[in-house]
């Protein structure tokens, strides 16, 4: 959780981001269990727009629910985002596709924005 919010604050304190590049947890199994999901509420100040975000590159996903959270925030509070590339964990099979299905649910602050779903 500390790692998440550190992440947090130096994005929402970067107005000039233009690209982000972010590989996710190896701890899988910890990440899982996730209770304090009001965490994203509580702590994404609601004003919080990434105005340059344009790339988003995200690899070794596994579709926890705190990924997918910063997910939604980013696509969220992104209106010049053009790509967001995702690339599952090799180790995430059986989840791929609710990852895909709830990805597409999520609403985007920019029209352009295109979600790539990299499987090797």
Request: hydrophobic share 45%; proline share 5%; charged share 20%.
């Amino acid at each position: 959780m500390k790692e998440i919010l550190v992440v947090l604050r130096l994005i929402t304190n970067s107005p000039n981001l233009r690209e982000l590049q972010i590989s996710g947890s190896s701890n899988t199994l910890a990440a899982i269990d996730a209770p304090d999901l009001d965490f994203w509420e509580d702590e994404c100040p609601s004003n919080c727009t990434f105005k340059q975000l344009r790339v988003v590159r995200m690899t070794d996903m596994s579709g926890v629910p705190h990924e997918m959270e910063f997910i939604k925030f980013l696509l969220a509070n992104s209106p010049a985002l053009e790509t967001m590339s995702i690339s599952p964990c090799v180790y995430v099979m059986d989840g791929r596709l609710n990852m895909l299905i709830e990805l597409l649910r999520f609403r985007r602050a920019s029209a352009q924005a295109e979600i790539l779903f990299i499987q090797d």
